[in-house]
């Protein structure tokens, strides 16, 4: 609601107050929003807690999955009158700070937990903005277990977010077997292992670290929740510290805590399903690779699970897919090759698993039209992935 009568300001005693710069104030409600469920039926959780003390300012935010704390020291805050804690709709607070003009911000929190925001727009310091929310008592608000293990894993953010994009997008989205729905984390010294799989296609990652760690561990975190970890990291050179316990992994990164839940059970080894030894290596360029798949993949349905057809043999790869209802496409390229195969598989699965890749060519591996497809890029042995072929008779 949007209010043009100062008055309201003297209606109750002050609580909590501060003056922040829009910039400051917007990066830390979006990340903090992360947290917030759009389905939460309990009030409480769909808000976002400020805890403003004489060190500066903190933001929490939590639904079933993740928590998140942010933080905004006092040097980055231009004027804090009076400390205090709050719970604001965390939807609203958001939308409202985005929409105002760039500028110093005022925050006032009076009694009955009403949060009045107000800025200036432009120059003239008459035409004023505010809007007045209703706030929650901070009392409410879950106490949230922020605490930090002693022994940290510690991953640079570039090379923690291409861990999540060459593997996450292999996780299943269905809840039949919750533990495909996350990403296994395996370390061993300073191998780290990392492996998505959804039963029909795989991804598998391995980095060694900087440094080597005996506390080793074999998690599986939630995948949606390391895709909204992921949007928070920025390409820096700031390091993520993974703080690991028996049912929780805390994200330590900046001024960012990030608490997420872990996925209990057993997941599947790796080791049984990917093959060692290939009949077929076959060295192609992604480009080329990427858009014969794509072509061919506009004449599939996902009904049929847009299936399409590679044929090779000892001097050409032909990519195809045949449609009754919509027609057919043929891609052919000269390869170099020794063996030959008709193999049939999902273009979305091979185009995911392609795109993961950072390098000018492509090696497929195969052994005959039953065995997985691996897939690797050239020069790059920390990445596998693998898609299983699909029968077409």
Known sequence: QLYNNSNNKKKGKKKMKL????????????NTSKAISQKNLIPILTGIKFDLKKEGLYLYASDSDISIRSFID?????????????VIGGKYIVEIVKKLPESNIVIEVLDGY????????????????????????????????????KNPIVIDPITFKTII?????????????????????????????????????????????????????????????????????????????????????????KNIL??????????PVSSDIIPTEFSINVNISYSNLFN???????????????????????????ISSNSPEIGKVENKISVINDGSISISFSSKYMLDAIRSFYTDNIIICMN??????????????????????????
């Open 19 to 30: 003056i922040i710069k829009k910039s400051i104030l917007l990066e830390a409600l979006l």
């Open 74 to 86: 006092k040097d980055e805050i231009v004027k804090i009158e009076e400390t205090g804690s709050v």
């Open 114 to 149: 009403n949060m009045i925001i107000s800025a200036s727009d432009g120059e003239d310091l008459n035409n004023k903005i505010e809007f007045n929310l209703n706030g929650i008592n901070p009392s409410e608000f879950p106490n949230l277990d922020l605490e930090e293990s």
């Open 165 to 253: 994009n060459q593997t996450s997008f292999a996780t299943s989205l269905s809840e039949t077997r919750p533990i495909l729905t996350g990403i296994n984390f395996k370390l061993e010294g300073k191998n780290l292992q990392v492996i998505a799989t959804d039963s029909y296609r795989l991804a598998k990652k391995v980095i060694e670290l900087n440094d080597s760690y005996d506390n080793s561990f074999d998690i599986v975190i939630p995948g949606k929740n390391l895709l909204e970890l992921s949007r928070i990291i920025e390409d820096d050179k700031e390091n993520i510290q993974l703080h690991i316990f028996s049912n929780k992994i805390l994200f330590k990164y």
């Open 258 to 267: 990030f608490l997420s839940r872990l996925i209990s059970g057993t997941y």
């Open 292 to 318: 014969m798949i794509d072509r061919a993949s506009l004449l599939t349905s996902d009904k049929d699970k847009n299936i399409i057809r590679l044929d090779l043999n000892d001097k050409e790869l032909i």
């Open 368 to 393: 005959n039209d039953n065995s997985p497809i691996i897939i690797k890029g050239d020069g790059d042995s920390s990445l596998i992935q693998l898609v299983l072929p699909i029968k077409t008779y």
